[in-house]
């Protein structure tokens, strides 16, 4: 059984203050369930250890007693112990190489592991996550960078007003901020150089589903990607002249909002086929970019689409060096990259940036990054921690989310089979390693280390 829940301190970086379980739940898991909770003191917990410690919970450096070990992004390898159970976002299913000396050392040491983005349903659809905050922070910050790109090309707008998310006191306050920005363009209107600006975000799920809930704070229509592939939708000629941007008797006060999803970005290799959903998501290999004909028509691309490294792309390095070649400058200004996979599916973001310096601008013709919004290239904002600016109300809904599995924890036999032990089925699906064995639906990591 489990008895005893230690909850380790977050120290991947100086944003990270989010929580797995908020003070409330530990009060709960406490009072209601009879689990001991400890966690390692923190002074950048976004709740203060006090509260912790009025819930009922302990707070010490040394958690190794305890029977599971959970936190939120990856467990230093030093902080592993032989037999161990641990339950945190590991990072390790597409063989990502920075994870594996970790992912091997837990399976050395004969560990269990279960990754919270492997807890689903029997339709396989994700029970805990935090993209949806991912989303809403990660629009923020996009907002932010086109003011920013915009200001740098002479155009004056209401989007310069908008700051990063974690400078917001909460996300209401970042609502109003925004919805404010949107009352301005309801009376000016976007500058006619500028028109038609175009949103487009790249997936459906929960990041996208945040992203577009801040997004929907703005005047806009929605259109489909098919009226935006047709000929009667044109950009018009792109200015860089202050003069003619800030006229706003020559503005239209609404932006074009379109949502991606799979049909639209990828294409089948075979030209006689048609697209069909089930087999791209078992073999993706089977597809390539149908993307490209969208990307001169977009001022921002928002991807939240989850990739894979036998996906195809979103824009690959040559597609980047053809809508940005010399002399030519392209409509596509800024590129939220929420998803922020390292040369995934925006090829060319090769690096993580962070809170306090979110973007960078990327060069197709020397293939170099240089930081903030100015130079020749697209604008690319790639937080990869994005729920840490919003970690108040990311981790309450996490800790909801994940609460209804703890009684079951609590009674599993941690040293049986994976079969006999205990586990529901939404958990048994989150093993990845159980006593130092991959789980049947995980033996091809075993090819990763």
Not at 188 to 208: E, T
Not at 266 to 281: M, S, T
Request: hydrophobic fraction near 40%.
């Amino acid at each position: 059984m489990i008895k005893k829940i230690g909850i380790r301190r977050e120290d991947k970086n100086k944003w990270e203050r989010r929580v797995p379980l908020a003070p409330g739940d530990v009060a709960r898991l406490v009072s209601e369930h009879g689990l001991s909770i400890a966690l390692q003191p923190s002074t950048l917990r976004i709740f203060p250890d006090e509260a912790f410690i009025r819930a009922g919970a302990k707070i010490s450096e040394n958690i190794s007693d305890c029977d599971l070990l959970i936190g939120v992004k990856e467990f230093p390898i030093s902080f592993f112990r032989p037999g161990g159970m641990y339950m945190f976002f590991s990072h390790t299913i597409k063989g990502q190489k920075h994870n594996m000396p970790a992912l091997k050392r837990l399976k050395e040491l004969k560990c269990s592991l279960l990754d919270y983005e492997r807890i689903t349903d029997d339709k396989g659809r994700r029970l805990v996550f935090f993209g949806y905050y991912a989303g809403l922070a990660g629009m923020i910050d996009t907002l932010w960078a086109l003011g920013k790109r915009l200001r740098v090309e002479g155009f004056q707008t209401p989007f310069e007003r908008v700051r990063l998310a974690h400078e917001y006191a909460d996300l209401a306050e970042a609502r109003k901020a925004i919805s404010e920005v949107g009352e301005d363009l309801k009376k000016n209107g976007v500058p006619l150089s500028l028109q038609p600006l175009v949103m487009g975000f790249a997936g459906y799920g929960n990041v996208s589903r945040g992203a577009q809930e801040i997004f929907d704070l703005l005047p806009h229509r929605a259109i489909t990607p098919e009226e935006l592939a047709s000929e009667g939708l044109h950009s018009a000629t792109v200015a860089t002249s202050a003069a003619s941007a800030t006229n706003a008797t020559n503005a239209t006060n609404e932006i074009l909002k379109v949502v991606f999803r799979e049909e639209h970005t990828v294409r089948p290799k075979d030209r006689g086929a048609i697209f069909n959903l089930r087999e791209f998501f078992g073999k993706p290999e089977k597809y390539e970019t149908g993307f490209r004909k969208f990307l001169d028509k977009l001022t921002v691309l928002v991807n939240c689409i989850f990739w894979s490294p036998s996906a195809p792309r979103l824009i690959t390095l040559e597609e980047a060096d053809e809508i940005w070649r010399p002399r030519k400058t392209a409509k596509l200004r800024v590129i939220g990259d929420i998803s922020c996979d390292l040369g995934g599916a925006i090829q060319f973001t090769t690096k993580e940036t962070q809170p306090d310096s979110p973007i960078f601008v990327y060069d197709p013709q020397t293939r170099e990054m240089k930081m903030g919004a100015e130079g020749f290239g697209p604008v690319v904002m790639a937080v990869d921690n994005l729920p840490c600016e919003v970690s108040a109300e990311s981790s309450k809904e996490f800790s909801r989310s994940i609460m209804p599995f703890f009684p079951d924890l609590a009674k599993i036999d941690p040293g049986a089979l994976l079969h006999e032990c205990g586990l529901p089925p939404e958990l048994k699906r989150a093993v990845l390693l159980w006593n130092g064995d991959f789980a049947p639906d995980y033996q091809y990591m075993e090819k990763f280390i």
